[in-house]
């Protein structure tokens, strides 16, 4: 596959696995690469999506500190919702939680069943300092990518 052109040779085994163990996706990913390839429409694919700003680290490369507001509130679990919802009905099928470190919102693991784990790919990004503790409880609540940064 060469950057910016697709091989539509490449899809189906680039997808393939992971739409044998979810298979309730196929007609989501069938319908964003019918958009996509057949109608030439834009379409929304993968969306990050902040919980938090906070976060335990200060990393150089993050932007957390310089987008922190003070007395910014967090979106609530029924904004997120709400917004998971809407990025749903305009194609996303891939939904990455982020902040901040998303592991130290308190209610995470109810954040994410509001995701639609069932109907997106959901992964997270992490710093990795909480995550031990936490992968087994991710999985269980639908989480199936990590990424540490």
Known sequence: MRFGKLNLVDLPRKHGAYLARNPQMIPRIARSYWKLLVKKEHVLRGVELAITYNCQARCRHCLQTELI???????????????VKECMEAGAIYINI????PLLRPDLLEIIPRCQ?????????????????????????GIRMVTVS
């Open 69 to 83: 507001e003070p007395g910014r509130r967090e979106f609530t679990q029924s904004e997120i919702e709400r917004t």
């Open 98 to 101: 982020t902040g901040g470190e």
């Open 117 to 141: 784990p069932r109907k997106v790919l959901l992964s997270i990004a992490t710093n990795g300092i909480l995550l031990g503790p936490m992968v087994d409880k991710l999985w269980k609540a």
